[in-house]
């Protein structure tokens, strides 16, 4: 590979015992069986720019993005879980009671499916109601009665204060599960592995394990711009009642993916005080939501983006 640093357009998510890389045309999963074999396939895409060109365009592109990340994403944690239980030995087979035999036999794949969708909906509503109506309902009680209640600006920074803490304690909190601390490790291996491309040098392990593993251009720091955008655009919001708040949010949702979005590109896209300045929160996230890799994780890492490396270059921005 030549010295000249790159600055790309693929990016990644943690898996259960893998990673999934998404480039500008294909995306992979590449999985550690317990057999300690790394099963790798690519996965069929239809990107939404692809099909649609107003999806290329400023702020409609971080919608299509999303929309096509969670899909990939979904599609990928099914094949991760599957595998997952596929490596059940015997004994734990033998260990389940009656009922989820029953089930996994006469249903299979579709219970999983049917288990991810809930989980799905769930989470929805609780990432809805943790972040949303609930640091409005606060913000009610602990400003009522004093000269911030009817500030719009000085009650949607509280609001913000609130979902950061909330997102924060989240974070600490799952943190400290065993099976999800590896999935923390397997996105550290990630930010890693694109690293290590984007400086031009071999993909092998002692390359990689030498950067470092926070990423700017990162679900967690899209994560926190959207909530540090969520501040700005809540002091446009008018209503003090919590449910007329949520909904007015929930309606504003594409604004803010939109711009967290064009805020993460020009992170990307530049290195000057006021990108470092944008960044930093998200940054900071990382040291939470990535763990140190182990060389195993490395190897599936440098498999999957291996997978998606366009050759003409087009993946650079």
Not at 58 to 68: A, E, K, M, Q, T
Not at 76 to 97: F, L, T
Not at 245 to 252: D, G, S, Y
């Amino acid at each position: 590979m030549e010295n000249k640093k790159i600055k790309t357009s693929i990016g990644g998510q943690a898996l259960m015992e893998g990673i999934l890389m998404r480039g500008p045309k294909k995306a992979a999963i590449a999985l550690r069986l317990p057999d300690k074999s790394i099963y790798v396939e690519e996965l069929e895409t239809k990107f939404l720019k692809d099909k649609y060109k107003i999806f290329k365009l400023p702020f409609f592109r971080g919608i299509g993005s999303l929309i096509d990340s969670l899909k990939i994403g979904k599609k990928a944690m099914m094949i991760s879980v599957q595998k997952a239980m596929e490596a059940k030995n015997e004994n734990e087979k033998k260990q389940e009671d009656r009922l989820e035999s029953w089930l996994n036999e006469r249903l299979g794949e579709n219970i999983t499916k049917a288990v991810m969708g809930l989980a799905s909906i769930f989470g929805a509503i609780l990432s809805i109601f943790l972040f949303l109506f609930l640091p409005s309902w606060i913000s009610n009680i602990a400003l009522k009665g004093s000269f911030a209640f009817g500030n719009i600006a000085g009650r949607s920074i509280f609001e913000g204060i609130i979902k950061f803490l909330i997102f924060l304690f989240y974070l600490v909190g799952i943190s400290k599960i065993k099976d999800i601390k590896r999935v923390f490790m397997y996105h550290g291996a990630e930010h890693k592995t694109i690293f290590c491309y984007e400086n031009r040098k071999d993909l092998t392990v002692e390359n990689v394990k030498k950067f470092k593993r926070f990423h700017p251009r990162c679900g967690t720091s899209f994560l926190v711009l959207m909530l540090i955008v969520g501040i700005f655009l809540g002091i446009f919001i008018p209503f003090s009642n919590p449910l007329a708040r949520t909904i007015t949010r929930v309606a504003l949702m594409p604004l803010f993916v939109a711009l967290g979005f064009e805020l993460i590109k020009l992170c990307t896209k530049h290195d000057n005080f006021f990108t470092r300045l944008v960044a930093k929160p998200g940054l900071l996230m990382q040291r939470i939501s990535t763990q140190d890799p182990e060389d195993d994780m490395m190897e599936v890492a440098i498999e999957a983006i291996k997978r998606v490396i366009p050759e003409n270059g087009e993946d650079q921005v």
